[in-house]
């Protein structure tokens, strides 16, 4: 069975400080995506990142980019420049197609990140 | 364009009642997908529908159910409600079935006493 592992409960970072968010994940499938999500505490679940295992170049999106590291299995997400609206709990996700037709979305446990001022 | 929406954000049952959470996708997203968040832990994934036909499934027990409807919104129902599912429940949409970002709406929060 697929898992998906964050090691780090809680962090905090310094504004304008560079952070970098661990997940790893268990899997025998070569096809798959990996997700970074944010929950702020208003709730709502927002995509900070994507990377399909297909792809050998990391994803990078404006502040935001990961080091996919596939033989390892390990997808982390570093957060540059930190920012103050960047506190919030963020999800490592796995998702792949089963030959079922279906797919199965797995997501960690959390770490809780925290900007200082 | 509206987001994902949700109703209710707020409910409160008791032990054995029925629930029914609605999700509006936004518009042009033929999926949605449903996740239970209990505190302190990520989203567990309960079910995925697209254009209308269940395509993924959870660990949940058959009291969770769900429906698409021909407009693409969703209903999650929960039977015989337990204690233990009390929790954040967060609805998703996305355009294609697989593979593609998730818009999540704020959810609704069930209590069960």
């Known amino acids: 069975a697929q898992t998906v592992t964050q090691s780090q409960p809680e962090m905090s970072v310094q504004e304008a400080e560079t952070v970098t968010l661990s997940c790893t994940y268990d899997t025998s499938e070569n096809n798959y995506y990996l997700f970074w999500y944010k929950q702020p505490p208003s709730r709502q679940m927002i995509l900070v990142i994507r990377?399909?295992?297909?792809?050998?170049q990391n994803a990078t999106e404006n502040r935001f980019s990961v080091n996919f590291q596939k033989a390892a299995k390990s997808f982390s997400l570093k957060i540059s420049d930190s920012q103050l609206g960047d506190t919030a709990m963020y999800f490592c996700?796995?998702?792949?197609?089963?030959?079922?037709?279906?797919?199965?979305?797995?997501f960690g446990t959390g770490t809780r990140l925290k900007v200082l001022a | 364009d509206a987001g994902v929406t949700q109703s209710p954000t707020h409910l409160i049952k008791t032990r054995g009642q029925h629930v029914t959470l609605r999700c509006s996708p936004i518009s042009g997203h033929k999926s949605v997908s449903w996740y239970q968040q209990v505190l302190g832990q990520g989203p567990q994934f309960i079910f995925q529908y697209y254009e209308k036909e269940e395509r993924g499934r959870g660990n949940f027990p058959d009291r969770f159910s769900a429906r698409q409807f021909p407009n693409y919104s969703s209903e999650l129902n929960v039977n015989a409600l337990l204690l233990g599912d009390s929790a954040l429940y967060l609805c998703a949409s996305s355009h294609r079935q697989f593979g593609e970002k998730l818009f999540f709406g704020s959810g609704t929060q069930l209590s069960v006493l």
């Open positions: 990377q399909e295992a297909y792809k050998q």
């Open positions: 996700a796995f998702m792949k197609y089963q030959a079922s037709g279906t797919y199965k979305y797995i």
